[in-house]
């Protein structure tokens, strides 16, 4: 029982001296092990993944350019830049929005890419 109450004042200290930052880091990367979904930092180029984060930021591509919307999605080990290609706006993808995206890892310019991915809106609770 000393244990569990240790425990809770090490998390209790923890909670109230960390960073507002790595506290969202924390609560990104419980999320991502409850609905089974794979840590960014631990996804290979090439490998069938699923990720589950927040998207830091939605961008897109210049009106004389081809078509392209990309998010930076962030599960509090890693980024992970999603591009859908041929698209402008996609309703819901939006930054603050936390969303499980599925696709195939790739690399560009050494940052983690999925293109077209599947994705799904996560409601917030």
């Known amino acids: 029982?000393?244990?569990?109450?240790?425990?809770?004042?090490?998390?209790?200290?923890?909670?109230l001296t960390s960073d507002?930052?790595?506290?969202?880091?924390?609560?990104?990367?419980?999320?991502?092990?409850?609905?089974?979904?794979?840590?960014?930092?631990?996804?290979q180029s090439g490998e069938e993944v699923t990720v589950l984060g927040r998207l830091r930021s939605v961008?897109?591509?210049?009106?004389?350019?081809?078509?392209?919307?990309?998010?930076?999605?962030?599960?509090?080990?890693?980024?992970?830049?999603?591009v859908w290609l041929g698209r402008r706006r996609i309703a819901g993808i939006e930054p603050g929005r936390t969303i499980k995206a599925r696709g195939r890892i790739a690399v560009r310019d050494g940052r983690k890419v999925l293109y077209n991915p599947y994705y799904e809106l996560q409601t917030t609770s």
């Open 59 to 82: 961008e897109l591509c210049p009106r004389d350019a081809a078509a392209t919307l990309e998010a930076e999605l962030y599960d509090g080990t890693e980024g992970v830049t999603l």
């Open 20 to 43: 507002v930052t790595e506290l969202d880091a924390d609560d990104l990367s419980r999320e991502v092990d409850a609905v089974g979904a794979q840590r960014a930092c631990d996804c």
């Open 1 to 15: 029982m000393a244990s569990t109450r240790g425990g809770y004042w090490n998390r209790l200290v923890r909670r």
